[in-house]
Every structure is written in structure tokens, then in C-alpha cells.
């Protein structure tokens, strides 16, 4: 069974469209996070989450809106894609004092 | 403030050789601190972590490292490299915030472990 989820693993699309990347944790945590890593392989926090309340904002632009159904999920929407959104989206959950990462979402605005 | 500085964005070594992979962080309390690592097109595995307990921390795949305070340190070894370590490697620490009542991770920038035959 795989811990941390998201769906899809490769978008593709044209500035100015809105997408919306998944994120499905099954290890019963409370804490889910939204990180990008971009093409220099940096990582930053974006968005956390916990039990379905938005705990962390790293000044990311509001283009970018995460929501949390249940605290099983943690999706992340964007509108109005730009070049520079281009970059690998993980979504993490936390157990104690470790987070577990999902698989990755590499998209590509052209 | 946390943060870690991952000491070499390259280490290229030989098969069989030792590993060695540095990185030095800064805390105002005692930190939690993680490496994990990231084969090509792939998600992060956490190879272990430290979170004030044994200084000496075995994790995954033949890796250690050892939690140094005096030198606020946190170097990742291995003995031995196979070709399959072959990735990049990220040292984290742990940042609590005391005012937000939230947890949240920073990251070094990276080393990029090269293995040769």
C-alpha cells in the first residue's frame, strides 16, 4: 500500500489554464504539507495543513489554493498557470516528528 | 532561526570507497534533524533521522550519521558505495514554531552523489 499518494504524476498544460494536483495519505496523520521543488532541485515549504486547517502560508501566491476535504487529503488547485510555476510538487504527511513524501507531480507550463 | 548548509553540491567517489556527505546546521534549541534521499524522477526517502537521542544514528541502507553539537554537525557515511546510491542527498532540520504552535521542515540544498566503477 502506498503511504502518500498524488495523482497526477505528470501535468502538462498552457499558461493561463487552472489545474488541480491530489494528495491521498492513508497513515492516519493530521499534518499534510505541500512543498515545490524547483529546477535547481530546492525544496520549500508551501502550504501545511492540520485536521483540515490551513496552519502554514510561505507567502505563496494566491494563484495557489489548497484544500483539505478530510485529513486523509490535501489538494492543491492553481489558477492561471505561469512559466515559472514549472517545478515537482510534493506532498508530504507527518507522523511524529518525520514526514513522509508522495511520489511527486512534475508539471510543465509551456 | 534553523537552517543547515549542505557543505558540497557534488561528491563523486568510486565504487567500494566511503561515503562522506557534510552538512553543518544552525538551531536555537535542540534540533531534529533528517537525511533523506531522492534517486532521479523519484519521490524523498527518509534514510534516517536524529531527534535527541543516540548521537549516533543508523538509517537505511548501510547509511549513519553522527550528531555532533560542538561542531554542530551532521555528517552522512557509508563504508561503502554501491552504484545505486547513486542520487541526491537533502539534510533537514525540524523548525518548530513556538508563536504558530506549527512544525515544518527546511532544507539544505542538496548534494549530488556521484558513484563510479
Known amino acids: 500500500d502506498t503511504a502518500v499518494s498524488q495523482t497526477p504524476k505528470y501535468l502538462v498544460t498552457q499558461m493561463g489554464n487552472d489545474k488541480s494536483i491530489k494528495c491521498e495519505q492513508n497513515?492516519?496523520?493530521?499534518?499534510m504539507y505541500w512543498y515545490k521543488q524547483d529546477s535547481k532541485k530546492f525544496l520549500k515549504i508551501m502550504f501545511s495543513?492540520?485536521?483540515?486547517?490551513?496552519?502554514i502560508n510561505e507567502t505563496v501566491p494566491n494563484r495557489f489554493s489548497p484544500k483539505s476535504p478530510d485529513k486523509a487529503h490535501l489538494n492543491l488547485h492553481i489558477n492561471s498557470l505561469e512559466l515559472g510555476d514549472s517545478a515537482v510538487y510534493f506532498c508530504?504527511?507527518?507522523?511524529?516528528?518525520?514526514?513522509?513524501f508522495g511520489p511527486g507531480t512534475r508539471l510543465l507550463v509551456l | 532561526a534553523q537552517s543547515v548548509t549542505q557543505l558540497d553540491s557534488h561528491v563523486s567517489v568510486s565504487e567500494g570507497t566511503p561515503v562522506l556527505l557534510r552538512c553543518n546546521y544552525s538551531?536555537?534549541?535542540?534540533?531534529?534533524l533528517f537525511w533523506y534521499v531522492q534517486h532521479p524522477n523519484k519521490g524523498l526517502q527518509l534514510l534516517l533521522k536524529?531527534?535527541?537521542?543516540?548521537?549516533l544514528v543508523k538509517g537505511i541502507n548501510g547509511f549513519e550519521a553522527e550528531f555532533k553539537k560542538s561542531e554542530t554537525s551532521f555528517h552522512l557515511t557509508k563504508p561503502s558505495a554501491h552504484m545505486s546510491d547513486a542520487a541526491e542527498y537533502f539534510c533537514?532540520?525540524?523548525?518548530?514554531?513556538?508563536?504558530?504552535?506549527?512544525?515544518?521542515?527546511?532544507f539544505g540544498a542538496g548534494t549530488r552523489l556521484a558513484v563510479h566503477p
Open positions: 508530504a504527511s507527518r507522523g511524529g516528528e518525520t514526514q513522509y
Open positions: 497513515l492516519g496523520h493530521d499534518t
Open positions: 495543513y492540520n485536521n483540515k486547517e490551513l496552519i
Open positions: 538551531s536555537s534549541y535542540s534540533p531534529s
Open positions: 536524529y531527534t535527541s537521542a543516540a548521537t
Open positions: 533537514v532540520v525540524s523548525a518548530y514554531s513556538f508563536s504558530g504552535g506549527y512544525n515544518k521542515l527546511i
